[in-house]
């Protein structure tokens, strides 16, 4: 498979999207930022790539020459069909490696793929392994991180920093892997410099494997922090009765069953093995996560 120099991101304003594409500029690829907006607030090393995303004609036209696409895209929120257009423009203007919108939780693990709120991703996935069955000149790398390390920290996700209280999932010794944005940036960009090792695969990658107790520990303000003690299947039923809702409740829902699938051993949150070594990413030391904690405590 020919070197790729030449990488589209779409979806480069959202949580993920800015770190993927200065870690891929850092990493020396050409990058391509397809906007709405000619004025895409991003890394100014990047180009903008003004397209409609409502229009496969536009998006083929705005992919022509490129040989990978990054979709950092939501895939939640009614967007599978922005996605179905986007995956048939990659393929129509040649794009020689997709990765999708996956990132976060093992889509290949069986009970992941089955939750709600992963639906769509494993229809994605199944179309990119018909479309690369189909066409050898077309290949996908499906890229699993764990949890966003840094974005969980400063959003409150997996622990309520900025609350008197904050709930902790059996018992708070349940272990998940967990990748910083700038470190997701880096596996993707790793990913594009082997493309041979990872062409029709997943990868997986973890900086930090850690536990909500552990976190409070490393944090040194646990003392102040009231632990209210739930069971994930307390999530499961919570992200039920959200969408009974009148009408449903679809940000408490996702959060719940994201929440219920990370802290519960059978969906696969905590990776046995990683792609570490062969993407160029190492792993946080204790302190590491103890500098990065600092900065949201």
């Keep these: 498979m020919s070197e790729i120099t030449r990488v589209a991101v779409a979806g480069a304003t959202g949580n993920i999207g800015p770190a993927i594409v200065t870690q891929l500029l850092d990493a020396g690829f050409q990058v391509t930022v397809l906007s709405r907006s000619e004025s ?99 290949t996908y790398t499906r890229v699993y991180t764990g949890m966003f390390l840094d974005w969980a920290m400063e959003k409150n996700f997996v622990i309520n920093w900025s609350s008197s209280s904050t709930e902790i999932y059996d018992g708070g010794d349940v272990p998940f892997s967990s990748t910083t944005l700038a470190g997701v940036g880096k596996a993707i960009a790793g990913v594009l410099k082997k493309p041979e090792q990872t062409k029709n695969r997943s990868v997986r990658v973890s ?31 919570r992200a039920e009765e959200a969408l009974k809702q009148s009408p449903p409740d679809f940000v408490t829902f996702a959060v719940s069953q994201i929440l219920y699938a990370v802290f519960t051993s059978k969906f696969g949150t905590h990776f046995d093995e990683t792609d570490n070594e062969l993407l160029g990413l190492g792993t946080y030391s204790e302190q590491d996560l103890i500098t990065l904690l600092k900065k949201y405590v």
């Excluded at 496969?56 to 490129?66: P, R």
Aim: charged share 25%; hydrophobic share 35%; glycine share 6%.
């Design 40 to 138: 895409t607030p991003v890394d100014s090393r990047a180009q903008i790539q003004k397209v409609d995303y409502t229009s496969k004609d536009s998006l083929v036209a705005a992919l022509k020459g490129q040989q990978a696409l990054v979709n950092s895209v939501p895939v939640q929120g009614g967007l599978l069909d922005t996605h179905w257009r986007i995956l048939d423009a990659a393929h129509a203007a040649g794009i020689q490696r997709y990765i999708p919108s996956e990132f976060g939780c093992d889509g290949d693990n069986k009970h992941a793929a089955s939750l709600t709120v992963f639906a769509d991703k494993s229809k994605i996935a199944e179309k990119l392994r018909e479309i690369s069955e189909q066409d050898p000149g077309f």
């Design 207 to 237: 900086e930090a494997t850690v536990t909500q107790n552990q976190l409070l520990k490393l944090s040194g303000v646990a003392d102040r922090i009231q632990r209210v003690d739930l069971k994930t299947e307390d999530l499961s039923k």
